[in-house]
C-alpha cells in the first residue's frame, strides 16, 4: 500500500502565494505520475497539473502560467507552487499517484492513489 500526505493548504489574500507538497510513503513501490486535482464545492473533481517520471508536464488552462508542478524522486514527493491566487482557485486540492508495488521481484499493474486533500481558500 502508499500513503499520499498532503500539506501546504490554507488562507491566502488575492495575488498571494502557496506550495502545496505530497509525500508518497509505504513499501517498495515505483511512481510513475503525479499530479494535483481540485474539487469546489458543488464541482467535480478537475485536473490542475501533471507530471510524469520523465519531468513532462502538463496543466489546466486556468493555471498555465500562474502554477508551477515540480518533483523530488528522492523523497518521493511532488509540489505545487501557486502564485498569483485567484477567488476561484478556491478549492479542496488532492494528489494523485500512479504507483506500481513491487514485490518478491514482481511489479504490479500501474494504480491511482489519492492523498486527503488540503483547502485552499483564496479571499481578501
Known amino acids: 500500500q502508499v500513503q499520499l500526505v498532503e500539506s501546504g493548504g490554507g488562507l491566502v489574500q488575492p495575488g498571494g502565494s502557496l506550495r502545496l507538497s505530497c509525500a508518497a510513503s509505504?513499501?517498495?513501490?515505483?511512481?510513475?505520475?503525479m499530479g494535483w486535482y481540485r474539487q469546489a464545492p458543488g464541482q467535480q473533481r478537475d485536473l490542475v497539473a501533471i507530471?510524469?517520471?520523465?519531468?513532462?508536464?502538463n496543466y489546466a488552462d486556468s493555471v498555465k502560467g500562474r502554477f508551477t508542478i515540480s518533483r523530488d524522486n528522492a523523497k518521493n514527493t511532488v509540489y505545487l507552487q501557486m502564485n498569483s491566487l485567484k477567488p476561484e482557485d478556491t478549492a479542496v486540492y488532492y494528489c494523485?499517484?500512479?504507483?506500481?508495488?513491487?514485490?518478491?521481484?514482481?511489479?504490479?499493474?500501474?494504480?491511482?492513489?489519492w492523498g486527503q486533500g488540503t483547502q485552499v481558500t483564496v479571499s481578501s
Open positions: 507530471i510524469t517520471a520523465g519531468d513532462n508536464t
Open positions: 509505504g513499501s517498495s513501490f515505483n511512481i510513475n505520475a
Open positions: 494523485n499517484a500512479n504507483v506500481q508495488l513491487v514485490k518478491g521481484g514482481i511489479i504490479s499493474s500501474p494504480h491511482d492513489y
